[in-house]
């Protein structure tokens, strides 16, 4: 399936990443390819902020799956840094080949190399396959998320 390379997303891989994105039915109804104006302002912020990483996985040219791998430094557990994993995605023609491990063996790694002490990350619930597929990378659910919309 030829050579995969993990880099930073650029604004020219934004049409892609918007695709990934809005490719499930949770997506469908919150992305939108019409205007990439609100995408191209958040890549610009998070490429200004030294702790985001929004990465794409691109094969033969093409962008097949992304991530945003975000460090956040704090008090708890004696001043740790930890690790946020958010949007994984993965084109349609590419689920099942191993690259959500890949991207996620990155993530982990490049959380260590950060000097990391953990790694989270949220899904759905409704995202019954990959609650499936953070167990068996290792990840235990652990916590009840809680969100508030504004």
Known sequence: MGDLEIRDATAD???AIV???ADDPLGAQRESLDDLTPYRAALERLDADPNQHLVVAVREGHVVGTLQLTTIPGLSHQGATRALIEAVRIHSDERGGGLGS?????AVDTARRLGCRFVQLTSDKSR????RFYARLGFTASHEGFKLRL
């Open 13 to 15: 891989d934004l049409p």
């Open 128 to 131: 019954t396959d990959a609650h």
């Open 19 to 21: 695709a990934m994105l």
């Open 102 to 106: 890949q991207l996620i063996e990155w």
